[in-house]
């Protein structure tokens, strides 16, 4: 016989929120509501909101902003072995990036092969929403429709150990596309390139796209490192 187990109202409070966070209603980079709204809409203390969040928080669910809010990073739990990769301590925004160098050149090349013409359309449509956030200043958007762009990529890859990889690093990933704002309007040429490379087949000239896009990223993230006075990434490698 199982011994019974008693769940705190914290614990149901966090259980609450993550399927809120889950929910169709919201997406990556969208901000939750109000500590008060929660409150009224769980019937549960401000106390027990503020340890469910800061759990949530700890779990990487959300990125919490003084005076701002709490925004969702990832939909997803990772799992316990992907945890303790994700947390090793001399981990490095770079490592991750040089992760995706990998990653998304073969997603490209997979997507573009395998993509119906029904999914380049709604590649298109990604595009178009990042043009606008980023033309808007919608910093949420922006960071929103960033992640949609290159997860729909993944998807149209049918790589399935590609996609779960993808999906276990997204919440890793998002964090650090906050850090990026300020240079998004250097993504928006490249994802037209790579929106064409799919409109083409064109394969190649989408892979080299790709590679050359997040090598740009690396370049504008130690740009902004630097302007900032802050410690920058180790320099980009040579493409080869």
């Given at each position: 016989?199982?011994?019974?187990?008693?769940?705190?109202?914290?614990?149901?409070?966090?259980?609450?929120?993550?399927?809120?966070?889950?929910?169709?209603?919201?997406?990556?980079?969208?901000?939750?509501?109000?500590?008060?709204?929660?409150?009224?809409?769980?019937?549960?203390?401000?106390?027990?909101?503020?340890?469910?969040?800061?759990?949530?928080?700890?779990?990487?669910?959300?990125?919490?902003r003084s005076g701002k809010g709490s925004f969702i990073l990832k939909k997803n739990?990772?799992?316990?072995?992907?945890?303790?990769?994700?947390?090793?301590?001399?981990?490095?925004?770079?490592?991750?990036?040089?992760?995706?160098?990998?990653?998304?050149?073969?997603?490209?090349?997979?997507?573009?092969?395998?993509?119906?013409?029904?999914?380049?359309?709604?590649?298109?449509?990604?595009?178009?929403?990042?043009?606008?956030?980023?033309?808007?200043?919608?910093?949420?958007?922006?960071?929103?429709?960033?992640?949609?762009?290159?997860?729909?990529?993944?998807?149209?890859?049918?790589?399935?150990?590609?996609?779960?990889?993808?999906?276990?690093?997204?919440?890793?990933?998002?964090?650090?596309?906050?850090?990026?704002?300020?240079?998004?309007?250097?993504?928006?040429?490249?994802?037209?390139?790579?929106?064409?490379?799919?409109?083409?087949?064109?394969?190649?000239?989408?892979?080299?796209?790709?590679?050359?896009?997040?090598?740009?990223?690396?370049?504008?993230?130690?740009?902004?490192?630097?302007?900032?006075?802050?410690?920058?990434?180790?320099?980009?490698?040579?493409?080869?």
């Amino acid at each position: 016989m199982e011994p019974v187990r008693y769940t705190s109202i914290t614990d149901l409070t966090v259980e609450s929120i993550k399927e809120l966070i889950q929910s169709d209603e919201y997406q990556i980079g969208d901000k939750l509501p109000s500590e008060q709204q929660l409150c009224e809409m769980l019937q549960v203390s401000r106390t027990c909101v503020r340890e469910a969040l800061r759990i949530l928080q700890a779990r990487r669910f959300l990125d919490i902003r003084s005076g701002k809010g709490s925004f969702i990073l990832k939909k997803n739990e990772l799992s316990p072995e992907v945890q303790k990769w994700v947390d090793e301590p001399d981990i490095s925004f770079m490592d991750y990036i040089e992760v995706r160098l990998a990653m998304e050149p073969l997603a490209v090349r997979l997507a573009i092969s395998h993509a119906t013409g029904q999914e380049t359309q709604a590649l298109e449509r990604l595009h178009e929403r990042f043009t606008a956030a980023v033309k808007s200043g919608d910093v949420a958007g922006m960071i929103e429709a960033d992640s949609r762009f290159h997860s729909y990529i993944m998807d149209c890859s049918r790589n399935k150990l590609l996609i779960n990889i993808n999906r276990e690093m997204q919440g890793i990933i998002n964090k650090y596309r906050t850090k990026q704002t300020r240079t998004y309007k250097n993504a928006i040429e490249p994802h037209e390139r790579i929106v064409q490379a799919f409109r083409d087949r064109d394969v190649v000239g989408g892979v080299k796209t790709m590679r050359e896009h997040i090598y740009e990223i690396m370049r504008d993230i130690e740009a902004v490192c630097d302007e900032l006075g802050t410690e920058g990434p180790r320099p980009p490698r040579t493409p080869g």
